[in-house]
């Protein structure tokens, strides 16, 4: 149980697990780029001790795999995850008192305590400009927060119990922020703190925000876990750090007392900057676009703090480990808040916003011959109408019929659905609907569409396990590939506009209608690249969900239109790149030619990677 980071970190250290770069390393890239190489790598944690202009250290890559996470969190992992269970499932105690018991001293740590007094003996006060400027990607729009835990209250029921801990990426320079008294805010407004600012809003007032950096690992985990309603993120840190959450106030502000940096401000009514570019984690640039500005009031340093950060991109990253303990954390939980729910996987290798797998349950035919789906049409709209999930644009869902299934394996899932799915039934499309602000294949910021593909019964084909003859030999579509039992990806002209798009595809629908249809086939990735999706699984599940807009990308062998409702022979996934589609994350080469030095002979990583 750590206190605050640097116990951490001494605990990995004499463990093996963290390393030490004593290089003086430039925030602008270099950072970032190293990171990235050890974390591809599956490596150890990284302690900065010499950041370029900024007298604090910086440490990254401590969650790097599922692994160290476990490592990290071991003495109270279990004890914090009965706790949320017997809060989703009170009645439980009831059946199991003895089981239970340890529970008390894991939620007696949950509450937070108030420390009498403002003063802070710890801390120092600083300058936002004094602190490691850390720039991700080349054409990120600044310096981010990447690891910020962002707190707000309620301003209707003020006090740390009706707070919101969430992490929402903070810009500290670049675009027009004026340095040192202003900074950027990325958060949508069905965000706790965007219901925070929407209250404070109608009010008239200024919301309070404190930026929380550091402090024990439990607290960046908080920010960031979906809890059952009505727990605070707060309570979470407390038990999963074996301490109490202990703050006080200062100005009006809470101040995390355990933090190693804290930045407080106001976001005003109504005042917005532009904020990003930012690289972000669907593996492109989020682009330029206003959010809430926030006006710095005073920004908090412990003397001897460290500065933690991440980098985002396309998965797998740091992130991914984070949503794998997250996961163990919080188990059942879509269960409890869905029932018929079994299993959904938000997809990480697809960005985990754009694409679900899921597993619900098929009650309502017990007496009917023909298996359809039917129940797992209604969890599919529970499912696209919660929290986070309601950002995804794809949705494949079934339901067990006999064997178990498990949609982290992903090609024996995917292939159950393909053998069973009706693709003049299973198909459902909404319209002109939400999707994730971070993803740019829609019509505009988060508007877009969605699709369900509910396939549940007898298998109706056996997937092709080579190329079809119908799909080879055409004169503007080339280089067909397997991807998976049932999909072919295959390299079409550039794309240019929607209109031009229909008049590509007709030469692949009147050429597969003369050579007869390909019921083995149900899946066709039209791409720029089919080499590449090709090759592997995570490939294919990034450039075909990422790239795609359900609405605007799906085509169909003879499709038509039945009571309004659209069928097809075989299915066609337009995942071209798009002249609106956000930049793909590109490393800087003389970057990563510059950072050899540390893992050269006598470079601090040398004999690591």
Request: proline residues 6%.
């Given at each position: 149980?750590?206190?605050?980071?640097?116990?951490?970190?001494?605990?990995?250290?004499?463990?093996?697990?963290?390393?030490?770069?004593?290089?003086?390393?430039?925030?602008?890239?270099?950072?970032?780029?190293?990171?990235?190489?050890?974390?591809?790598?599956?490596?150890?944690?990284?302690?900065?001790?010499?950041?370029?202009?900024?007298?604090?250290?910086?440490?990254?890559?401590?969650?790097?795999?599922?692994?160290?996470?476990?490592?990290?969190?071991?003495?109270?992992?279990?004890?914090?995850?009965?706790?949320?269970?017997?809060?989703?499932?009170?009645?439980?105690?009831?059946?199991?008192?003895?089981?239970?018991?340890?529970?008390?001293?894991?939620?007696?740590?949950?509450?937070?305590?108030?420390?009498?007094?403002?003063?802070?003996?710890?801390?120092?006060?600083?300058?936002?400009?004094?602190?490691?400027?850390?720039?991700?990607?080349?054409?990120?729009?600044?310096?981010?927060?990447?690891?910020?835990?962002?707190?707000?209250?309620?301003?209707?029921?003020?006090?740390?119990?009706?707070?919101?801990?969430?992490?929402?990426?903070?810009?500290?320079?670049?675009?027009?922020?004026?340095?040192?008294?202003?900074?950027?805010?990325?958060?949508?407004?069905?965000?706790?703190?965007?219901?925070?600012?929407?209250?404070?809003?109608?009010?008239?007032?200024?919301?309070?925000?404190?930026?929380?950096?550091?402090?024990?690992?439990?607290?960046?985990?908080?920010?960031?876990?979906?809890?059952?309603?009505?727990?605070?993120?707060?309570?979470?840190?407390?038990?999963?750090?074996?301490?109490?959450?202990?703050?006080?106030?200062?100005?009006?502000?809470?101040?995390?007392?355990?933090?190693?940096?804290?930045?407080?401000?106001?976001?005003?009514?109504?005042?917005?900057?532009?904020?990003?570019?930012?690289?972000?984690?669907?593996?492109?640039?989020?682009?330029?676009?206003?959010?809430?500005?926030?006006?710095?009031?005073?920004?908090?340093?412990?003397?001897?703090?460290?500065?933690?950060?991440?980098?985002?991109?396309?998965?797998?990253?740091?992130?991914?480990?984070?949503?794998?303990?997250?996961?163990?954390?919080?188990?059942?939980?879509?269960?409890q808040e869905i029932p018929g729910v079994k299993e959904v996987h938000a997809v990480d290798a697809a960005g985990v916003h754009p694409l679900l797998f899921a597993i619900g349950s098929e009650r309502y035919t017990p007496y009917q011959k023909a298996k359809l789906p039917a129940e797992i049409l209604?969890?599919?709209?529970?499912?696209?109408?919660?929290?986070?999930?309601?950002?995804?644009?794809?949705?494949?869902?079934?339901?067990?019929?006999?064997?178990?299934?498990?949609?982290?394996?992903?090609?024996?899932?995917?292939?159950?659905?393909?053998?069973?799915?009706?693709?003049?039934?299973?198909?459902?499309?909404?319209?002109?609907?939400?999707?994730?602000?971070?993803?740019?294949?829609?019509?505009?910021?988060?508007?877009?569409?969605?699709?369900?593909?509910?396939?549940?019964?007898?298998?109706?084909?056996?997937?092709?396990?080579?190329?079809?003859?119908?799909?080879?030999?055409?004169?503007?579509?080339?280089?067909?590939?397997?991807?998976?039992?049932?999909?072919?990806?295959?390299?079409?002209?550039?794309?240019?506009?929607?209109?031009?798009?229909?008049?590509?595809?007709?030469?692949?629908?009147?050429?597969?209608?003369?050579?007869g249809t390909i019921s083995s086939c149900p899946m066709i990735i039209l791409c720029d690249d089919s080499s590449f999706i090709g090759s592997s699984l995570q490939n294919f599940l990034w450039a075909a969900f990422t790239r795609s807009n359900p609405s605007h990308d799906i085509y169909g062998v003879?499709?038509?239109?039945?009571?309004?409702?659209?069928?097809?022979?075989?299915?066609?996934?337009?995942?071209?790149?798009?002249?609106?589609?956000?930049?793909?994350?590109?490393?800087?080469?003389?970057?990563?030619?510059?950072?050899?030095?540390?893992?050269?002979k006598g470079g601090s990583l040398y004999n690591i990677y």
């Amino acid at each position: 149980m750590y206190h605050n980071l640097e116990e951490c970190i001494l605990d990995l250290e004499k463990s093996g697990q963290l390393v030490r770069i004593f290089e003086e390393v430039d925030p602008y890239l270099e950072m970032a780029a190293i990171h990235l190489r050890v974390n591809s790598a599956n490596g150890p944690a990284l302690l900065f001790e010499n950041v370029k202009g900024s007298k604090f250290r910086a440490v990254s890559n401590l969650f790097g795999n599922l692994e160290r996470s476990r490592f990290i969190f071991r003495n109270t992992l279990q004890a914090t995850k009965n706790v949320i269970d017997l809060r989703k499932d009170p009645m439980s105690i009831l059946k199991n008192p003895f089981k239970h018991f340890g529970t008390g001293l894991a939620a007696s740590r949950a509450l937070p305590i108030k420390k009498a007094g403002s003063k802070l003996a710890d801390f120092e006060e600083v300058q936002i400009s004094d602190l490691p400027l850390i720039h991700h990607w080349p054409d990120d729009g600044g310096a981010f927060i990447t690891l910020p835990q962002v707190y707000t209250e309620d301003p209707e029921k003020p006090g740390v119990m009706h707070s919101n801990l969430g992490m929402y990426r903070v810009q500290l320079t670049g675009n027009d922020y004026a340095i040192n008294k202003e900074v950027g805010l990325h958060y949508q407004i069905h965000r706790s703190i965007g219901v925070h600012q929407y209250k404070a809003n109608k009010a008239g007032l200024p919301l309070k925000v404190s930026i929380f950096i550091g402090g024990p690992p439990s607290h960046t985990l908080a920010a960031i876990m979906p809890l059952p309603e009505g727990m605070s993120e707060l309570t979470v840190a407390g038990m999963l750090s074996g301490r109490n959450f202990r703050y006080t106030y200062v100005d009006g502000y809470c101040i995390s007392l355990d933090a190693d940096f804290v930045i407080t401000g106001e976001i005003y009514p109504g005042e917005t900057k532009p904020e990003g570019p930012f690289g972000d984690h669907i593996g492109y640039y989020s682009q330029l676009h206003d959010f809430p500005l926030m006006r710095v009031h005073k920004v908090f340093a412990k003397r001897n703090g460290i500065w933690p950060f991440t980098v985002v991109g396309r998965p797998p990253q740091e992130d991914t480990a984070f949503g794998e303990l997250i996961h163990e954390l919080t188990g059942k939980a879509i269960s409890q808040e869905i029932p018929g729910v079994k299993e959904v996987h938000a997809v990480d290798a697809a960005g985990v916003h754009p694409l679900l797998f899921a597993i619900g349950s098929e009650r309502y035919t017990p007496y009917q011959k023909a298996k359809l789906p039917a129940e797992i049409l209604t969890l599919a709209n529970r499912i696209l109408g919660t929290g986070q999930l309601s950002l995804a644009k794809y949705l494949f869902i079934t339901a067990e019929d006999g064997a178990p299934l498990d949609t982290h394996k992903e090609i024996e899932f995917l292939t159950y659905i393909l053998e069973r799915m009706d693709l003049h039934r299973d198909i459902h499309f909404q319209t002109n609907t939400t999707i994730d602000t971070l993803d740019y294949s829609g019509t505009g910021l988060n508007t877009g569409s969605k699709v369900v593909f509910a396939a549940y019964g007898d298998k109706k084909r056996s997937l092709c396990q080579e190329v079809p003859e119908q799909l080879k030999n055409f004169s503007n579509f080339r280089n067909p590939c397997l991807v998976m039992p049932g999909i072919v990806a295959i390299e079409g002209p550039e794309f240019l506009d929607y209109q031009g798009a229909q008049l590509q595809l007709e030469e692949l629908f009147t050429v597969i209608k003369e050579r007869g249809t390909i019921s083995s086939c149900p899946m066709i990735i039209l791409c720029d690249d089919s080499s590449f999706i090709g090759s592997s699984l995570q490939n294919f599940l990034w450039a075909a969900f990422t790239r795609s807009n359900p609405s605007h990308d799906i085509y169909g062998v003879n499709s038509n239109y039945e009571n309004k409702h659209w069928a097809c022979d075989n299915m066609i996934i337009d995942a071209r790149t798009k002249p609106h589609h956000a930049p793909q994350l590109i490393p800087d080469k003389a970057v990563e030619k510059n950072i050899e030095r540390l893992f050269s002979k006598g470079g601090s990583l040398y004999n690591i990677y």
